[in-house]
């Protein structure tokens, strides 16, 4: 069984007023008062400007869309994070924007290796977004991130 998320996450507030700018955009609630807009193929192609794989290293980043992010982050912290599983191993990257820069990341970790002690790229980057995890989870599960394994998912 696989899992697989290419997405934009950011306060709920955030993430609704720019989506009204983006018509195939389809935002989804996830906890703690955040946002998830998956990088679906309609988006994919409405936000790109052509340019191949940017600098930071993501499967997924539209080209030039990381400048989008770093503009949406003048409203809150913006993150874009990637995850792909299978079979369970896969491998995790995110970054997050605020105030118009990168202010964490980009973080990967690569199939096969442990994660490291501050967590999950994914896990680090929804803390930065003030996502708080309880005892026995963390900050992925907190949010609810494990409820679908697929991103087209969370809009259906």
């Known amino acids: ?7 934009v996450i950011a306060d ?10 983006l018509p195939v955009a389809r935002l989804a609630s996830i906890g703690q008062g955040l946002a ?3 990088m679906t193929d309609a ?8 340019s191949g794989v940017g600098p930071l290293g993501f499967w997924r980043l539209p080209g030039g869309f990381e400048n989008r992010l770093a503009d949406w982050s003048a409203g809150g912290p913006v993150a874009y994070v990637e995850a792909e ?3 369970g191993a896969g491998e995790q990257r995110a970054a ?5 820069t990168v202010v964490l990341g980009p973080l990967h970790v690569e ?9 999950s790229p ?8 003030g996502a708080v995890a309880g005892a026995g989870e963390d900050e992925f599960s907190a949010v609810g991130l494990d409820r679908h394994r697929h991103g087209e998912a969370w809009t259906a």
Do not use: N
């Not at 069984?1 to 997405?7: F, I, K, R, V, W």
């Open 1 to 7: 069984m696989g899992y697989d998320l290419h997405a």
């Open 12 to 21: 709920g507030e955030v993430l609704r007023g720019v989506a009204r700018d």
């Open 36 to 38: 998830l807009l998956p």
């Open 43 to 50: 988006l994919f192609d409405s936000v790109t400007d052509g």
């Open 85 to 87: 599983y299978f079979g």
């Open 96 to 100: 997050v924007w605020d105030g118009g």
């Open 111 to 119: 199939e096969g290796a442990p994660f490291p002690s501050a967590g």
């Open 122 to 129: 994914i896990s680090q980057a929804l803390r930065r977004l």
